[in-house]
Every structure is written in structure tokens, then in C-alpha cells.
């Protein structure tokens, strides 16, 4: 069956996970040392972490996790339509104006927007209607780190041309079993391209920056699960606060927007019900050991109720997670999720055999 066009994918106006990738086409790398001209481009991890958190306090987009490569990019993201539509025209000018701003300072950063220049967007409905439907657009969001990153590396490579591939593959996430199997495959790749033994010793990945701030604190050790949690929600971790919590307390956080009263992020809203971070930690973990010792263990008694929710037993999990970014075409769910997906879009799914989730054709 021929692809779907992206458009028919991805609509702005509705609440969707994504999985993004991007890579660079050159044969230099984008990040690390390079094994044929023997430079290093290390530095370069930093310029795209630190965009990617200015993005996430721009758009009204999640970002759930992250991992940053040699030569491309991870990015799970959850666009916010309806975080958005709770702004009013005012914030969404300024946020624009940060985006593309009118004047620069020095330094090349944005200057803040002045009064005149808001309302000079304020006063045109339809630039504007169209600006606040961009800052949920995931395509924006990746075109807006691709561009910046492609500027800033040929900048510093004295050359012009095509920095990343024309376009960035993606793959829509349609429950919370997909994408727990997705964050871990993402949070999961230094270690399974044995760049790192660990989680905590992937550089540069979400699990790295919540790891990190979780031994940071020594109170936080001892902390009970709803602290850890409400932490999350303030985002008040340096390192994670950016990224959206882990876990959804359906006893206690708002249905709804729960839009986020920190300038880091979007949204207070988190990725999976009844999984605490230190849960998510602790799998991670956990499969990282089974893919990098090749081997098949036993899951933690602790942690089996997470993959009996999905229907997995501890081989499936961790084939599923080595193979995600093989196993799935475009989208990727139960086949509960995709047969209504593909309802929707009158379009028919084939399930391929011995997958345990479905495959959209």
C-alpha cells in the first residue's frame, strides 16, 4: 500500500504523539568524532538539546523524550492544540516573535518583542489564526529545529548546502502501550548502538536529564512517589523540567489542557497512567541490561504489572524495543487503536504476524 501523506497523518488541530527522527546526510558527522576527517563535533549534542528545550517553551508541544546521536535525532513529541487555544492573542504574538524574531540582540539571541511589534500580529486575524495553528504543528516544531541546527553547522563548516535529509521520518503513536515501548526504544538508543552500558550514562537523552535530576537532590532519594510526581508536574528539575512528567496520577491531575504555569513547557499533562518515573527508570534499565548483555533475564516482580498491561512477557519486550524503529511503518497501536484509526481515515490496516502490536500498512 502506497504511503500516507503526511498530511493526512498529522493535523495541528488535534492532540497526536509522534515519534520524529531526523538525520544528517552528510557523511561528516553531526555530532561525535568523526572517523574520517578526524574531527570532533561533540559540542554540537549541546546546541541541539539547548533548541529543543527553547522549543519546548515556545510551541504547544510536549516533548516526552529525547536522544541525540552521531548523525541524527530522536524526538517524542505530543502537540497541544488545546494548550494553545487557552492562550490569548497577545501571548501567542510574543511567542511567535520568539520564534522569528524582529530584531536580534548582540549576540544573535532574540531581542524581546516591544509592544508595537505584538500588536502589529494582533491586528492581523488571519497571520494570526494561522501562527497559533503553527505552534502546534509538529513540522514546525521540527522544521524550526532543523534549520536553526543546518545554520549554526554550516556556519561553522565554512560551506552551504543541505545539512539533514529533505525530510524527517515519523511515526504516530496511538496508545500509551506504543509509546511506553517508543520512549524506551528512544531513551534506550546510546546504549543499544553501545555508546553507553547504562541509562544513566546516555549523554543526552530524556532519561539521562531525569536520572540526573533525581540523584542531584539526596532528599529526593527518599521521597515518596506523589513528591517525585508533583516535582515533575512543577518542572522545577534544571535538567528534566523542560521534558513532561512521566506519570499520570488519574486520581489528581486535571482532565483537560493542564496547561503549565512554568515558561519551560506546554503542559503539566503526563505520558502513562499509573507508572511512577522511578517505575519507568527501573525498566529502562533493566531492558538496557538485556540488550547490551544479550541475554534474557527475568523481570523485576515489581515491574512485571507494567508489561502485563501491554500483553508481554519479558523476551517480547525487549525484541520490541530493539526492533521499534524496524517493526513499525507509520503508525503504531493495538489493533483496537489502529481498526479505529483507520476507520476514521477510511483507510485498512494489516497486522503482520508475530508482532505483538499491530503494523499500519
Known amino acids: 500500500m502506497a504511503r500516507l501523506a503526511r498530511k493526512e497523518m498529522i493535523d495541528p488541530s488535534e492532540v497526536q504523539v509522534l515519534h520524529a527522527v531526523s538525520r544528517c546526510v552528510?557523511?561528516?558527522?553531526?555530532?561525535?568524532?568523526?572517523?574520517?576527517?578526524?574531527?570532533?563535533?561533540?559540542?554540537?549534542?549541546?546546541?541541539?538539546?539547548?533548541?529543543?528545550?527553547?522549543?519546548?517553551?515556545?510551541?504547544?508541544?510536549?516533548?516526552?523524550?529525547?536522544?541525540?546521536?552521531?548523525?541524527?535525532?530522536?524526538?517524542?513529541?505530543?502537540?497541544?492544540?488545546?494548550?494553545?487555544a487557552t492562550w490569548n492573542d497577545e501571548e501567542v504574538a510574543r511567542r511567535w516573535l520568539r520564534l522569528f524574531p524582529v530584531r536580534r540582540e548582540k549576540d544573535g539571541s532574540p531581542a524581546e518583542p516591544t509592544e508595537a511589534e505584538i500588536m502589529m500580529l494582533v491586528n492581523q486575524p488571519d497571520v494570526l489564526a494561522e501562527r497559533r495553528r503553527r505552534l502546534s504543528d509538529i513540522s514546525w516544531w521540527m522544521r524550526c529545529t532543523t534549520e536553526h541546527i543546518a545554520r549554526r553547522a554550516n556556519r561553522e563548516d565554512r560551506c552551504t548546502g543541505h545539512f539533514w535529509e529533505g525530510r524527517y521520518k515519523c511515526q504516530l503513536l496511538l496508545d500509551e502501550a506504543s509509546l511506553l515501548a517508543c520512549a524506551a526504544y528512544v531513551d534506550l538508543n546510546p546504549?543499544?548502538?553501545?555508546?553507553?552500558?547504562?541509562?544513566?550514562?546516555?549523554?543526552?537523552?530524556?532519561?539521562?536529564d531525569r536520572i540526573d535530576d533525581l540523584s542531584g537532590d539526596a532528599s529526593r532519594k527518599k521521597a515518596s512517589r506523589k513528591k517525585i510526581h508533583d516535582r515533575e508536574r512543577k518542572g522545577v528539575g534544571p535538567r528534566s523540567g523542560w521534558l513532561a512528567p512521566v506519570e499520570v496520577d488519574e486520581s489528581t491531575d486535571p482532565v483537560g489542557p493542564d496547561a503549565c504555569d512554568s515558561s519551560r513547557r506546554?503542559?503539566?499533562?503526563?505520558?502513562?497512567?499509573?507508572v511512577s518515573l522511578v517505575s519507568y527508570l527501573?525498566?529502562?534499565?533493566?531492558?538496557?541490561?538485556?540488550?547490551?548483555?544479550?541475554?534474557?533475564?527475568?523481570?523485576?516482580?515489581?515491574?512485571?504489572?507494567?508489561?502485563?498491561?501491554?500483553?508481554?512477557?519479558?523476551?517480547?519486550?525487549?525484541?520490541?524495543?530493539k526492533k521499534f524503529g524496524r517493526t513499525f511503518?507509520?503508525?503504531?497501536?493495538?489493533?483496537?487503536?489502529?481498526?479505529?484509526?483507520?476507520?476514521?481515515r477510511g483507510r485498512r490496516w494489516v497486522q503482520s504476524p508475530g508482532n505483538p502490536l499491530?503494523?499500519?500498512?
Open 282 to 321: 527501573e525498566l529502562l534499565d533493566w531492558t538496557g541490561r538485556q540488550l547490551r548483555g544479550d541475554k534474557r533475564g527475568s523481570i523485576p516482580d515489581h515491574l512485571s504489572p507494567i508489561l502485563q498491561r501491554i500483553g508481554l512477557d519479558a523476551p517480547d519486550w525487549c525484541d520490541l524495543v
Open 26 to 84: 552528510r557523511r561528516a558527522f553531526l555530532c561525535g568524532d568523526d572517523p574520517v576527517s578526524g574531527e570532533s563535533y561533540e559540542h554540537r549534542r549541546q546546541w541541539i538539546r539547548d533548541r529543543l528545550e527553547f522549543l519546548a517553551s515556545v510551541f504547544g508541544i510536549d516533548c516526552l523524550t529525547y536522544a541525540i546521536m552521531s548523525n541524527h535525532i530522536h524526538v517524542v513529541l505530543r502537540s497541544r492544540p488545546d494548550v494553545v
Open 329 to 344: 511503518k507509520r503508525m503504531a497501536g493495538t489493533t483496537e487503536h489502529l481498526a479505529e484509526e483507520a476507520s476514521r
Open 191 to 208: 546504549v543499544r548502538a553501545a555508546m553507553a552500558e547504562t541509562p544513566e550514562s546516555s549523554l543526552y537523552t530524556g532519561a539521562k
Open 266 to 274: 506546554a503542559s503539566r499533562r503526563g505520558l502513562f497512567t499509573g
Open 358 to 361: 499491530t503494523i499500519a500498512s
